[in-house]
């Protein structure tokens, strides 16, 4: 198309002119000119191929007719692309489902895939159509529950993929510092294992008596008693260290403030080890506290390789719980446990944006029968949403209790953040597909509206939301089975 040239041409005709092309059309096949009373006069368009007919954003105040050629709807990608979401071919209509569900601007790009003749009608007209022409109705909300449908399908698959690209982004976080950190205890257990074997050398070239043995038995059931000793405050740490080290070092233990560390981290005394220091000469003493302490570091090595692999074996269960397969028969679900394997799948985001999440879990009971993933999803969307409304450093509550005084009874989840809240204008709006308040490539107006038939369709629940300039609070209950008792929120470990 040359600078200057209109992308399409538009003329109004009477509706006699196009009675035969009419009929060659899907919605007017069975149809006939006379039946449809009060539309006289309809907008004919002609559009070149690329041409846009409606661009994101645009009023959807038209019902439209392919006469010739085929036209194309396209969604627009936070990276700039386009994705096709519909086609139209010679003969078929679209822009009913605007008209009829009320949604009053397009998410998409409609262009002309080719050059292409177009019939356009009023709404006004759509309507009157509709009113006196059977035939035409039946076609027109056939093809509506058609495209809605497939749109349904779209858009969860699409969220389902959003919800997994979060899940993925999440886990290679969580799986990364475990992974790393066994990964560093191993490099380092190879090493102490080697000063194991050259330390027990040389302590093993001087026999041993009752008294050296006794005491050293003594310092092994001690280190091999557990991981670690009590947490101490840093302060305390770096005094208990440093008069540890001082202590060796006036015994004359050789490295004895690189090794003073790992004798207080497992929760040896001075008094423990004065034992030895008795018991031995000096050059002995310093072989049997070096052989000591790399006894003591690798079993803290071993301790560490495995918290860092029961991180890696919860984060699994998190995700098999999170993603159940949808075909498996119904089950119990416990509502808490769906919360918690929610939290660890996001806790990295939680981590970075430095947001922190209170736990007030009094629902009971608190299992519902479900089937599959659908109710992680809920969680994962709604806690997502709130770190993102929610300033650095914030805090989020996560709160379940049983109503029992409705019918029927409902278990409630309230997820509260505190951020800028949302305008009262946009409230109304939130549950819609494709409505977003978020920047531009930062949602995808999915979430909201696929938490809103999750919980409604397939739980026969409720949703709703409150919101204020400093907290936003969604509650979703979900009908329970059974006698339950009626608790307030409590406090609960974060």
Not at 241 to 261: K, R
Request: with cysteine.
């Amino acid at each position: 198309m040359t600078q200057g040239e209109q992308p399409y041409e538009i003329e109004s005709v009477p509706m006699r002119e196009v009675a035969e092309a009419l009929r060659h059309t899907r919605p007017f096949a069975e149809a006939t000119i006379a039946a449809i009373s009060g539309v006289d006069v309809v907008n004919r368009v002609r559009v070149k191929a690329g041409s846009v007919l409606v661009e994101p954003g645009q009023p959807l105040n038209f019902y439209w007719l392919v006469l010739e050629g085929e036209m194309r709807a396209e969604r627009p990608e936070p990276d700039g692309s386009r994705t096709v979401v519909g086609m139209a071919s010679a003969g078929d209509g679209f822009g009913e489902a605007p008209l009829l569900t009320g949604k009053g601007h397009s998410p998409f790009f409609i262009l002309a895939a080719q050059d292409s003749l177009l019939l356009r009608f009023t709404e006004q007209d759509f309507w009157t159509m509709l009113a006196c022409c059977p035939a035409v109705r039946k076609v027109v909300l056939a093809n509506m529950a058609q495209r809605l449908q497939a749109y349904q399908v779209e858009a969860l698959h699409r969220e389902k993929l959003v919800s997994l690209g979060t899940l993925a982004a999440g886990l290679m976080h969580e799986l990364h510092n475990p992974g790393s950190a066994a990964k560093r205890a191993t490099a380092q257990l190879r090493g102490n294992l080697l000063r194991l074997q050259q330390l027990s050398l040389r302590v093993s070239d001087k026999p041993k008596t009752t008294v050296q043995l006794d005491c050293m038995r003594t310092l092994l059931e001690k280190t091999l008693s557990g991981c670690r000793a009590p947490a101490m405050s840093s302060l305390e740490q770096s005094d208990v260290e440093e008069a540890m080290a001082d202590w060796l070092a006036s015994a004359g233990v050789e490295n004895a403030f690189t090794i003073a560390p790992a004798l207080v981290a497992i929760g040896l005394e001075q008094g423990e080890l004065a034992c030895a220091r008795d018991a031995f000469e000096a050059d002995s003493f310093s072989d049997a506290i070096n052989w000591l302490e790399a006894l003591v570091s690798s079993v803290s090595l071993v301790c560490t390789i495995e918290e860092s692999i029961t991180r890696v074996s919860d984060l699994v269960m998190a995700v098999k719980k999170f993603a159940y397969d949808e075909r498996s028969p119904a089950k119990e679900l416990d509502v808490h446990d769906s919360l918690q394997s929610t939290l660890t799948i996001l806790g990295h985001k939680l981590r970075v944006k430095r947001v922190s999440a209170e736990k007030r879990f009094a629902a009971l009971p608190s299992a519902i029968q479900t089937r599959g993933s659908s109710l992680s999803q809920v969680w994962t969307n709604l806690i997502d949403n709130a770190v993102d409304a929610s300033p650095e450093g914030a805090q989020i509550e996560i709160a379940t209790w049983t109503e029992a005084q409705t019918e029927p009874a409902s278990l409630a989840v309230s997820i509260t953040d505190h951020g800028a809240g949302i305008p009262p204008e946009v409230l109304p709006q939130i549950f819609d597909a494709f409505f977003t308040t978020k920047p531009q490539g930062s949602g995808t107006g999915l979430g909201l509206e696929i938490v809103h038939r999750i919980v409604t369709q397939k739980f026969g629940g409720t949703i709703e939301v409150k919101s204020e300039p400093g907290k936003t609070q969604f509650i979703v209950r979900l009908p329970l089975k059974g006698p339950v008792k009626s608790r307030m929120p409590v406090p609960s470990t974060s």
